[in-house]
């Protein structure tokens, strides 16, 4: 799937309740705190290391440390 259908699909999947959608890419990494964010990345390993130092350091005001990653080739 090309970059901009990847874009497509996490608009189709979260466009109403997030309020932002940053990057592109294949992997899906979520921040369900306070307000859902959603940034996507290249790879898997992109991921996995914003979502630890995510988790480290938290994700702003009102952290709850409901973080994820999605692999939007995955239905």
Known sequence: MAEKSWRAEARRRWG????????????????????????????????EELKENVDRTACGGGCTGDHEIVDLSIT
Do not use: M, P
């Not at 705190?33 to 898997?44: D, N, Q």
């Open 16 to 47: 109403k309740k997030a309020i932002r959608i940053n990057g592109d890419g294949q992997y899906a990494f979520l921040t369900w705190c306070r307000v859902l964010e959603v940034t996507l990345l290249s790879t898997r390993t992109e991921a």
